[in-house]
């Protein structure tokens, strides 16, 4: 589980990584990744949101989907820039992907992603 501190929380900090930050997609997620975005908190660490819509399935399945990403995402937070904010987005195809496979994209979408956060 991700602490407290680690959670993008507010819709605007949502909106503002989606809108400002690199994006890389995949069978079953979209990453995006801001530089920098800022925390109603003050905190100045990485931050990580999950965005599990409806279409992903029913409430069982966007949850058993939610924790496997959060579960993935908290071993890439440390090599995450500064103040960076990411989100991932989950598609449909995450519903009936293995652990496995939400792994590999989820290591691939961040790799492409902060490649072009670097330049």
């Known amino acids: 589980m991700l602490p407290p501190e680690l959670r993008l929380t507010d819709g605007a900090s949502f909106q503002q990584t989606v809108r400002a930050g ?9 990453v995006h990744l801001a530089r920098e975005v800022g925390s109603p908190t003050g905190s100045s660490g990485p931050r990580v949101g999950f965005v599990v819509s409806k279409a992903v399935g029913n409430a069982v399945v966007r949850n058993r989907v939610k924790r496997r990403l959060r579960h ?7 090599s ?3 103040s960076a904010a990411l989100v991932v987005r989950a598609l449909p195809a995450a ?3 293995s652990s496995g496979e939400l792994s590999a994209d ?13 330049r």
């Open 80 to 82: 995450l820039p500064g």
């Open 72 to 78: 993935l995402a908290r071993e890439h937070v440390s």
């Open 22 to 30: 690199r994006r890389a997609g995949s069978r079953t997620l979209v």
């Open 106 to 118: 989820l290591v691939r979408c961040l790799a492409r992603v902060r490649e072009e956060v670097t």
């Open 95 to 97: 519903a009936s992907a």
